[in-house]
């Protein structure tokens, strides 16, 4: 069965950085789109970041250009979003999620989801 | 401030149906059929319910529907069932840069 297992959160100073990663199984991984979506203590969900299959197309929320990275590494089936930058408001549980497919526009459509990595920006 | 707009909360009592509505722009909803709808209970992850507006992934159960009306999408349960308490979030794709947007959920409570 599916399973993406995120690890990297903790807590970080405001400016500061973590690479958040998230291990998939279960499935061909490099077969399929990537989503980063993030979740803010008692406040919806917000998406992140968008890696296609292959790693050539990525995109970001507004929120996080520019200071987010997401990349992929199909060898090792694992999925990383570096968050640089951090404010206060990046604090949140960081989701890893697969898409449903590897083209860009299917993969829109989130069918599994991690159990969430939480990050702390504070002094 | 959410790019697609969800009604804060709905109830209903068991047995009975509801809708959540979620409601964008010809740039997102409108103007295309890729709106998903996500359930979460409290401290788990989301679980996707409904995808291209009105499929039903593999083992969600057929008392969830969806629909489209313009720049509009809703989620409607029927038979409402004490499980169904939950949090429910839209999303679309969007032609902006960005790919994807989310509404800002809809908690539902069974009464």
Known sequence: QVQLVESGGGVVQPGGSLRLSCAASGFTFSNYGMHWVRQAPGKGLEWVAFI?????????ADSVKGRFTISR?????????????LRAEDTAVYYCAK?????????????YWGQGTLVTVSS | QSALTQPAS???????????????TSSDVGGYNYVSWYQQHPG??????IYDVSNRPSGVSNRFSGSKSG??????????????????????????????VF????????L
Do not use: H
């Open chain 1, 52 to 60: 296609r299959s292959d790693g050539n197309n990525k995109y970001y």
């Open chain 1, 73 to 85: 590494d199909n060898s090792n089936n694992t999925l990383f979003l570096q968050v640089n930058s």
């Open chain 1, 99 to 111: 898409g449903r497919s590897g083209a860009t526009l299917f993969a829109v459509v989130i069918d």
């Open chain 2, 10 to 24: 709905v109830s209903g009592s068991p047995g009975q149906s509801i809708t959540i509505s979620c409601t964008g």
């Open chain 2, 44 to 49: 788990k992850a989301p679980k996707l319910m």
């Open chain 2, 71 to 100: 720049n509009t999408a809703s989620l409607t349960i029927s038979g409402l069932q004490a499980e169904d308490e939950a949090d429910y979030y839209c999303s679309s794709y969007t032609r902006t840069s960005t790919l994807v």
């Open chain 2, 103 to 110: 509404g800002g959920g809809t908690k539902l409570t069974v």
